[in-house]
């Protein structure tokens, strides 16, 4: 069975990675996903300066998945900018930074250093942080995506992501990707970054569970499956052209083919590694080959974005 997967001008060995912000905020966790059998490497969100984030505790599991309010603790762009330019490109595996500004200006003075390093590595710009307290996830205010957008195409010259919010209506899918559509090197966007604000309460302490925000947080694991595959199979029908990373309430090989059945050309895995680890890239490969196996299928391609409507 053949998990590779073609895009981006490159061919990765499999279609599995990490979720930006699991597994990834230091060198050695990165070095522990590229190590393992991830199929690619995406760093923390940065912002231009490192950052610890907010107040612990910051990140409680539940039997559902997960609610985290971490607030962009990152070790800043020259951390992440050092680790891409001695990354080892050779092994196969592309890496990806994921940038998150708390101004446009910070986001293009990051991807213009990016720019001027001349490496391969690739930026998702992260429009879909829930987590910094006065601060709007920008993906929901369209105007300032434009913006965003106009402005990212004149600092970076190459391909790029970004990582979109959920949307829950059929007239933000449009409008969204009206938006997207008119930047062709923005190769393809990642579906979806957590819902954002949630709220879990535990009852016998009758308390939240996070101390940031008194408690919203943004929700991850078996929550958000759906919301993900909605997000994944609508962009990928209005997004002709770009490619869809699909995110979201992966944790074995069912959920990763139900995101490529979806349209997801590579799928990324962040609650279930954030409590399982690196060792979570091979058990769902493996399942994911062995559920094809039993399907007759030999690649991805044979039915990325083929589900079936009644
Ligand atoms: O660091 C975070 O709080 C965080 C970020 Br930047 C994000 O994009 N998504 C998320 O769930 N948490």
Redesign the pocket.
């Known amino acids: 069975i053949d998990l590779s997967v073609t895009w981006l001008g490159q061919t990765m060995p499999g279609c599995l990675y990490n979720a930006s912000?699991v597994w990834c905020r230091e060198e050695d966790e990165l070095e522990a996903v590229r190590a393992s059998a991830a199929a690619a490497v995406i760093s923390k969100?940065a912002t231009l300066h490192a950052r610890e984030?907010n107040p612990e505790p910051r990140y409680h599991r539940t039997a559902l998945g997960s609610i985290?309010?971490?607030?962009?603790?990152n070790r800043g762009f020259a951390y992440y900018l050092d680790y891409a330019r001695r990354y080892d490109y050779g092994c196969g595996k592309p890496l990806f930074l994921s940038l998150?500004g708390m101004t446009l200006d910070d986001n293009l003075s990051m991807l213009r250093t990016l720019a001027a390093a001349g490496l391969p590595a690739i930026p998702e710009i992260?429009l879909?942080?829930?987590?910094v307290p006065g601060k709007p996830q920008l993906g929901y205010d369209f105007v300032a995506t434009t913006e965003a957008l106009n402005a990212f195409d004149l600092a970076w010259p190459g391909r790029y992501g970004v990582k979109l919010p959920p949307y829950f209506d059929p007239a933000h899918f449009a409008a969204m990707a009206e938006i997207l559509n008119r930047h062709p090197r923005l190769a393809y966007v990642t579906c979806i970054?957590?819902i954002g604000n949630g709220l879990v309460v535990d009852v016998d302490s009758e308390a939240v569970t996070i101390k940031p925000k008194d408690g919203l947080g943004?929700l991850g694991g078996d929550y958000v499956l759906p919301t993900a595959l909605a997000n994944v199979r609508e962009f990928y029908r209005l997004l002709p052209g770009k490619d869809i990373v699909g995110c979201g309430g992966v944790k074995s090989g069912r959920e990763a083919f139900m995101h490529i059945l979806a349209g997801a050309r590579a799928v990324q895995v962040g609650t279930c590694l954030y409590h399982e680890g690196p060792a979570a890239f091979a058990r769902i490969a493996a399942e994911l080959a062995e559920l094809m196996r039993s399907k007759g299928y030999r690649r991805l391609d044979d039915f990325r974005g083929k589900l079936r409507t009644l």
Do not use: V
């Not at 985290?68 to 603790?73: C, D, E, I």
């Open positions: 912000g969100s984030g985290n309010s971490m607030g962009l603790p998150s992260n879909s942080c829930p987590n970054n957590s943004g």
